[in-house]
């Protein structure tokens, strides 16, 4: 699997918003609501959907399913000034990703997070961020078709500070949990 790394500009998002957890899963419901309303958003910038996952801090070094973080179905905007009832808006940091393209079905996911995490992260020379987490939908996703793809943006900063590699390490034994649970939510 390829992945390229980029610097995320600064962006704005209008979107709604859900606290969940893994066992206590919510996308469904956040996407159905989010969709039905999402023609009422002005100034949007570009046709993508952004699936975007804040998590607390700490929450890969302890994991536990149970444990809420924010998500967001959201679109970028140039301007959060007119933010419709109902909604909310989110300003995302610039910050370094690793980018990956996850291709196939939507139930496939949790294989590609598996390969990222378990894989990818550990032997790059780069540890997750707390920054937002996105899966970025645009013209060719299409939710469970084989030919579907969407991009992941996984936050990172580079290793080399002795604080760094010891998170490193734990990060690693709390996201193979995560990854495992993550998968059976899905199903």
Same mark, same amino acid.
């Given at each position: 699997?390829?992945?390229?790394?980029?610097?995320?500009?600064?962006?704005?998002?209008?979107?709604?918003?859900?606290?969940?957890?893994?066992?206590?899963?919510?996308?469904?419901?956040?996407? !159905?609501?989010?969709?039905?309303?999402?023609?009422?958003? =002005? =100034?949007?910038?570009?046709?993508?959907?952004?699936?975007?996952?804040? +998590?607390?801090?700490? +929450?890969?070094?302890?994991?536990?399913?149970?444990?809420?973080?924010?998500?967001?179905?959201?679109?970028?905007?140039?301007?959060?000034?007119?933010?419709?009832?109902?909604?909310?808006?989110?300003?995302?940091?610039?910050?370094?990703?690793?980018?990956?393209?996850?291709?196939?079905?939507?139930?496939?996911?949790?294989?590609? +997070? !598996?390969?990222?995490?378990?894989?990818?992260?550990?032997?790059?020379?780069?540890?997750?961020?707390?920054?937002?987490?996105?899966?970025?939908?645009?013209?060719? +996703?299409?939710?469970?078709?084989? =030919?579907?793809?969407?991009?992941?943006?996984?936050?990172?900063?580079?290793?080399?500070?002795?604080?760094? =590699?010891?998170?490193?390490?734990?990060?690693?034994?709390?996201?193979?949990?995560?990854?495992?649970?993550?998968?059976?939510?899905?199903?």
């Amino acid at each position: 699997m390829e992945v390229r790394i980029e610097i995320m500009t600064e962006k704005k998002f209008i979107g709604k918003r859900i606290m969940m957890s893994l066992a206590n899963n919510k996308t469904r419901e956040l996407w !159905q609501g989010f969709m039905s309303k999402r023609k009422a958003i =002005n =100034n949007r910038v570009g046709l993508e959907l952004y699936s975007i996952e804040n +998590y607390p801090p700490g +929450y890969f070094e302890k994991y536990s399913p149970d444990v809420e973080f924010e998500k967001w179905a959201a679109v970028e905007v140039s301007d959060t000034r007119s933010t419709p009832d109902e909604m909310d808006s989110f300003m995302s940091p610039e910050g370094l990703y690793a980018v990956f393209v996850h291709k196939g079905p939507a139930s496939g996911g949790p294989k590609t +997070y !598996q390969h990222i995490f378990m894989t990818w992260l550990p032997s790059s020379n780069y540890i997750l961020d707390n920054r937002p987490h996105f899966a970025i939908m645009g013209v060719k +996703y299409r939710n469970e078709d084989d =030919n579907s793809e969407e991009e992941l943006w996984i936050p990172v900063k580079a290793k080399g500070t002795p604080a760094a =590699n010891v998170m490193c390490h734990a990060r690693k034994i709390f996201l193979s949990k995560w990854v495992l649970r993550r998968a059976r939510a899905i199903e």
